[in-house]
């Protein structure tokens, strides 16, 4: 058996084959992994038999025990590192339940790649844990963008190979109405959990939409002036498609063209309109910048509906199909569906370089993992059937096609993805700005000017040690880092490959604005005259604190806050630079809350780290006290920075050299940019601190400081009262088994609430429909009203909420809950009342946000009631009357008194989430039908805790 880095498995080569050729290009090139492709089924024999992979990439992992293929993947290499690139992530209704991981093995054993943090939200859900999770965007998605986008024919290309005018309009519809065809598979669905009855609908639904659009895609095609490439789904069979074509249309005209042939990217760059149904082809012609209309002649069944649709512009009614295409207007670039997908689906920058640095952090968790191998499982019977050639036969390919495949791309590449001394690995996804600084000579010496002073005075040209004054281990190894420098300083172009120098400038970019004349500033760790020297200059007054000698490895029981023995808010900014490396993950809590301490609110801390990327066997040091506390992806940085919740991120850049002997000189140095939260911001409880219940003003509530960052599927399951009403008295309520106690507290708060909030509104609410909460919890309200005997339901985020509310409050008649992209499975209108107290301001996204206020507006009948609280900071900062000013962006929000031009930031977490600006709120409400009657402070001690009560149109 032949050793492999990577098995990157493909299931439809028109959807995956382009990312793959290009992942093993810069995988090779970049991190000298070996990569092998195959098809999942049809190379599944020869596979099993020739590779002995360290990772194996699967296209999708719902399950292993059962699974055709994957099972035997996993059985013949159980010590293999499995990882899920999961090419279906935004999931409508119909498949939620059928694409979860749905066993233990996908659930624990796999690491699942992430389009972005909808699709993390929905892994967390079903009780995958964050640290198998690596966010990172859409790699096809990138293909549009250069250097890519220049590897596809051109459309004078296609036009000479398929027999087309390139002069006339190009109208390309990718279909995808794969329930028209699910034929046998309706019981493997429900066997995953989908509905029968849901999947004959969709059935139904699809043959009857799939036809009209035949029909006018036909009738586009009789015009002398159009070329229209229809484009059948990669699971559907041509003959198939042409007989249903046939059946149900007739004949085609002159200028329909049924092609199957090459990537649906080239296709989409070549049209000038693009067409389809619920097909992500349209994302991605949104992405290309492309004319495109969504064709809906008969409204989606609600199993079928996805978020994202609503930003696609429509075709409904199939007159206006052939005008539409002709003249037009789909927005392309300019759509809301086009930014949409350049924040949630890829603003995580280039996801195919960030995907092949992803499988190297595999190959080495893999090396680490593996230990004492396990040896291989049995193969599978050579008569065991993988491969369907109905379903798949666009998908046939052999080795040698990926090597030409690969050469292309390759070539395509040149010198656009060359090796390079400085790449941005998986683990900073927590970045919120890029290009700190300039990476060339000039632009690190015009951030820190000494550095050229430093080189002249102290090296020579020769790059020879000349004789200087003793200096510290850092700015040695920076004076080694310079030798090897020097040869760059006059042309100032190249890259500066050293780590030390790359981090230390980068520290001082990040604290630029802030240093100035009378600046008080914290330096933790190493520091010597250099830095006092360059600080002095700018009148700047330093602080040292040491950390401890190279040798010691200290732990929480040796550091706590009073380390820092310094008056609290006395310095404005901090810095360290590698000063935290032997500090465990206690000790680190302690410092940052000892460094928050002395820092005035809104102060920053810059720092960097080194990140062990590489295999752990190299360093032949068992006592090396680096290695326990290595720093290895986005969920370590959380866990070592961000879980003591003192601090929120501002930006993180990474650093990576492999040249160099030592074990440090292959490490990854990062740099974090953190910021102080303001007053009020670290620890605001959702009673206490947003709306003040509880026991009042000046009750003092402990809240966890990491529920700043986790989920709130997280909070669910270490202790969900107290999630809901965090008060002293629930602190120790726990995961579940909750007492009476503890209960009778929780409901009785509830039926408080109920009764000044919800109930005096069912007089002016229509008689029929639910009385509906946005964020039920566990059912705190609800029960008040189940007593009362008012039929109700709630909706909410966390899955396991919902279990305990439909175990606590068993006579609630709908329970739903929200889909990652926070689409409510309930129909439009059932419900006279809806109401949210204490919820959306844990949303800690505008996007998200916006998607809850449309979707309460929705589920309201006419002439519902809606009875919403939010956090308004406009309230907080009114003088004369006269409200403040809100602008709200999608991670923060910025706020100005009245006529004042100078604002206060507030950043979102998932504790302190969105503090929405009142005109931002009130024209959320109009979109959406609903007229606000009046807003009524929640109490008279916390100004930004309103409640917004309005009426739905009709």
Request: aromatic share 8%; with cysteine.
């Amino acid at each position: 058996m032949r050793k492999v880095d990577v098995l990157y498995l493909v299931e439809h080569t028109a959807r995956e084959m382009d990312v793959a050729c290009a992942v093993k290009v810069l995988a090779e090139d970049r991190h000298g992994l070996s990569v092998e492709i195959r098809n999942i089924y049809l190379h599944a024999h020869q596979s099993l038999r020739e590779f002995d992979p360290l990772v194996v990439a699967h296209p999708f992992f719902y399950f292993a025990a059962g699974a055709l293929a994957v099972e035997d993947y996993v059985a013949r290499w159980p010590d293999a590192l499995h990882f899920n690139l999961a090419w279906e992530q935004l999931h409508y209704k119909a498949h939620w339940q059928i694409k979860r991981p749905s066993d233990e093995f996908a659930r624990t054993k796999v690491v699942h790649h992430a389009w972005g943090r909808f699709y993390e939200d929905y892994l967390t859900g079903f009780g995958v844990p964050s640290e198998n999770i690596r966010v990172n965007g859409q790699p096809a998605y990138q293909l549009y963008r250069d250097p890519y986008r220049r590897h596809y024919r051109t459309r004078e290309s296609l036009a000479a190979l398929y027999g087309l005018d390139p002069a006339k309009r190009w109208v390309f519809v990718p279909e995808n109405y794969r329930w028209a065809f699910i034929g046998g598979k309706v019981k493997l669905f429900s066997r995953l959990g989908g509905d029968a009855d849901e999947i004959a609908q969709l059935r139904d639904f699809s043959r009857h939409s799939l036809k009209l659009l035949l029909e006018c895609c036909n009738e586009l095609a009789r015009r002398p002036d159009v070329e229209v490439v229809f484009r059948t789904r990669p699971a559907v069979n041509s003959e198939v498609m042409f007989d249903f074509f046939s059946e149900q249309v007739g004949t085609a005209a002159p200028r329909l063209h049924f092609i199957k042939e090459g990537s649906v990217r080239e296709w989409v760059l070549a049209a000038d309109t693009v067409v389809s149904s619920y097909s992500t082809s349209l994302i991605e012609a949104a992405v290309a910048g492309k004319d495109l209309f969504m064709f809906e002649p008969v409204a989606f069944p609600c199993g079928l509906h996805c978020a994202w649709y609503d930003l696609a512009p429509k075709i409904a009614d199939p007159a206006r199909f052939v005008s539409a295409c002709l003249e037009g207007g789909g927005q392309g670039g300019a759509s809301p569906l086009h930014r949409w997908a350049e924040t949630e689906l890829m603003s995580g920058g280039d996801a195919i370089a960030n995907l092949a640095g992803l499988l190297a952090e595999m190959r080495d968790m893999a090396r680490v993992r593996r230990g004492s191998p396990k040896g291989h499982g049995p193969l599978p019977l050579e008569t065991k059937i993988f491969f369907n050639a109905q379903t798949h036969e666009a998908d046939v390919f052999q080795p040698s096609d990926v090597d030409s495949w690969v050469a292309a791309w390759r070539g395509s590449l040149a010198g656009a993805h060359a090796p390079q001394p400085s790449t941005k690995p998986e683990f900073n996804r927590l970045m919120r700005a890029e290009d700190l600084l300039d990476e060339s000579w000039d632009g690190l010496a015009a951030v820190f000017p000494p550095l050229a002073e430093y080189r002249v005075a102290h090296w020579a040209q020769s790059g020879q040690e000349a004789q200087a004054a003793p200096l510290s281990g850092l700015w040695r190894r920076l004076g080694k880092n310079l030798v090897r420098a020097a040869s760059v300083g006059a042309a100032g172009a190249q890259p500066v490959p050293p780590r030390d120098l790359w981090a230390v400038c980068s520290v001082l970019a990040a604290l630029g604005p802030q240093l100035r004349s009378g600046t008080r500033l914290l330096a933790l760790g190493e520091c010597d005259e250099l830095l006092r020297k360059h600080f002095g200059a700018l009148g700047v007054e330093m602080v040292t604190e040491s950390l401890g000698s190279s040798e010691q490895n200290l732990r929480a029981a040796h550091k706590d806050e009073t380390v820092l023995d310094h008056p609290a808010g006395g310095f404005d900014v901090a810095c360290s630079i590698f000063g935290l490396e032997r500090l465990d993950v206690a000790a680190k809590h302690s410092l940052l809350a000892g460094v928050a301490h002395c820092l005035k609110p809104g102060g920053i801390f810059a720092l960097s780290f080194a990140c062990l990327d590489f295999d752990l066997s190299v360093l032949g040091q068992p006592g090396f006290a680096g290695v326990r506390n290595a720093i290895r992806n986005v969920a370590d940085i959380r866990r070592h920075f961000l879980a003591c919740g003192e601090f929120e991120v501002l930006g993180n850049e990474a650093f990576a050299t492999r040249a160099g002997r030592s074990p440090m000189d292959q490490a990854t140095a990062g740099v974090l940019v953190l910021r102080r939260k303001g007053a009020g911001q670290a620890g605001e409880g959702k009673d206490a601190k947003a709306a003040n219940g509880g026991k009042g003003a000046g009750h003092k509530v402990k809240v966890p400081k990491h529920w700043s960052v986790n989920s709130w599927e997280e909070k669910a399951r270490e202790n969900p009262l107290y999630a809901v009403m965090t008060m002293e008295e629930m602190a120790d309520a726990g995961p579940d088994n909750f007492s009476e106690q503890h209960l009778a507290l929780f409901f009785e708060k509830g039926r408080k609430l109920a009764e000044k909030w919800v109930l005096p509104s069912l007089a002016h609410a229509p008689e029929k429909g639910l009385v509906l909460e946005y964020g039920c919890g566990a059912g705190r309200i609800l029960k008040a009203l189940v007593d009362r005997g008012i039929a109700c339901g709630g909706i909410d985020i966390s899955q396991t909420m919902l279990e305990h509310c439909r175990r606590l409050v068993p006579g609630v008649a709908r329970l739903a809950c929200l889909s990652p992209v926070g689409d409510a499975v309930l129909e439009d209108g059932c419900a006279r009342i809806v109401y949210s107290y204490a919820v959306v301001q844990h949303i800690d996204r505008l996007s998200a946000f916006d998607k809850a206020v449309s979707e309460m507006c929705r589920l309201l009948a006419p002439g519902g009631i809606l009875v919403l609280q939010v956090n308004c900071e406009d309230y907080t900062l009114a003088a004369g009357g006269v409200l403040g000013r809100t602008e709200n962006h999608e991670d923060h929000s910025v706020h100005y008194p009245p006529g004042s031009s100078r604002g206060s930031v507030h950043r979102n977490s998932t504790w302190s989430g969105v503090y929405i600006g009142h005109d931002r709120l009130c024209a959320l409400l109009r979109q959406g039908g609903v007229a606000v009657d009046r807003v009524v402070p929640f109490n008279d001690k916390k100004p930004r805790a309103q409640v917004y009560f309005g009426t739905k149109d009709g």
